[in-house]
């Protein structure tokens, strides 16, 4: 089953040549994708660079501007609907997501049809953080278990596996994130639906170089879009009773 790593990039020129080396070297065979939003310091033309060294390997989609994880995912997802890949992993430019659970991640999906790279599935694996966003981190998750029903214990995590039948499954016009929340939106679109969802464990580790996406506005959209998922999907249930889609088959 042929895999794609989408890697979203705004300002990681300090980052993006050490993941693509990273998850080149891996044992599992995985091409990359790119996903520039305009990064003024640089990084599509590395991603340039990187894409001409490892032709065939290594692609980049540039867009015009910056505007959001989740619209940056969006258009990675339909540029790749028009390519030819079974599988589709999400993971961070920043190093934090070691690209050494590549294996586990594709071993899981073979059950599966959306595989959740989690910090909390064994206790608590993240490095150098300190307490304050660690609480931060785990009330969220509890936040979003409590409100939309999902059991996973890292319902936020961006290092995923899909596979490309659920992808296409999804309604990505209705998706209302543009940033992280978009994690979470996904995530419960496939819950919705009933398609198998595991979780593997991973150690995630905070960037080295760069600066944190995360700020008020992030925090904001996700605290009051979780209510506003939940309750679209309630009215939406309400509306439209009809009954929800069959598991994906196993195949490859």
């Known amino acids: 089953m042929k895999a794609v790593v989408v890697v979203p990039t705004y300002n990681e020129r300090d980052n993006l040549e050490k993941l693509v080396n990273q998850i080149l070297s891996q044992p599992v065979v995985c091409d990359i994708l790119i996903v520039d939003d305009n990064s003024p310091d640089g990084t599509g033309a590395i991603a340039d660079r990187l894409a001409a060294s490892f032709p065939g390997k290594v692609a980049v989609l540039h867009r015009l501007r910056k505007e959001g994880l989740g619209r940056a995912y969006v258009a990675a997802f339909r540029h790749i609907f028009e390519l030819d890949y079974d599988l589709v992993i999400q993971m961070d430019a920043d190093l934090s997501h070691s690209p050494s659970y590549l294996s586990d991640l594709l071993r899981e999906i073979r059950d599966h049809d959306l595989v959740l790279g989690s910090r909390y599935v064994r206790g608590v694996n993240v490095v150098n953080w300190d307490f304050k966003r660690l609480l931060l ?63 593997v464990p991973i150690i995630f580790y905070e960037r080295d170089f760069g600066r944190s996406k995360i700020d008020l506005n992030v925090i904001s959209e996700a605290l009051f879009g979780v209510i506003q998922l939940r309750l679209r999907r309630l009215f939406s249930r309400r509306a439209n009773p009809a009954p929800r889609r069959k598991r994906l088959t196993v195949s490859g």
């Open 137 to 199: 981190s785990k009330l969220a998750t509890q936040y979003v278990r409590l409100i939309t029903g999902m059991r996973f214990t890292d319902a936020t995590s961006g290092f995923k596996c899909w596979r490309r039948e659920l992808l296409e499954a999804l309604d990505l016009d209705s998706l209302l994130a543009n940033g992280y929340l978009f994690q979470i939106e996904a995530t419960y679109q496939a819950f919705q639906m009933r398609f198998r969802i595991a979780e």
